[in-house]
């Protein structure tokens, strides 16, 4: 029997985001993980996925996702969520602040043979980008 992708999400988040742990990435993500990330590029597999994570962790060293719902039905998945971070690096073309920032976003998962196959995430880039501007005009 298969995890349930519940789990996958979760582990997804806690372990690949927030302890960035590659040695969780091959028994979590297919081989060809289709993702959109909440700053909006797209990535296939798990090396694209991790470049994609790499990107993030250099604007942001401490960036974090919180499941704030997670609602699953058979092998797909929705959660909505909580980023935060500090800009410790370039981040949607801003120069790093060093102040704290959160934006919500959600995202959509699918699953299959006990992997996550394809996520789907959105960020509110509206509200990031005000506190990123924000800061840096102080």
């Known amino acids: 029997m298969h995890?349930?992708?519940?789990?996958l999400v979760r582990r997804f988040y806690e372990q690949l985001w927030n302890n960035w742990d590659d040695s969780a990435v091959e028994h979590t993500l297919a081989s060809d993980f289709s993702f959109r990330g909440s700053l909006g590029q797209q990535t296939?597999?798990?090396s694209g996925w991790r470049a994609y994570r790499d990107h993030i962790r250099r604007g942001s060293s401490d960036f974090h996702n919180q499941i704030i719902t997670l609602v699953t039905d058979g092998d797909q998945a929705a959660a909505r969520l909580l980023y935060s971070g500090t800009h410790t690096g370039p981040l949607l073309d801003f120069p790093p602040t060093g102040r704290r920032f959160s934006y919500s976003g959600a995202a959509f998962f699918t699953a299959?043979?006990?992997l996550l196959t394809d996520a789907w995430v959105l960020g509110d880039l509206?509200?990031?980008r005000r506190q990123l501007a924000m800061n840096n005009s102080q």
């Open 44 to 46: 296939t597999g798990r």
């Open 3 to 7: 995890e349930d992708i519940g789990s």
């Open 112 to 114: 299959a043979a006990g």
């Open 126 to 128: 509206h509200d990031l």
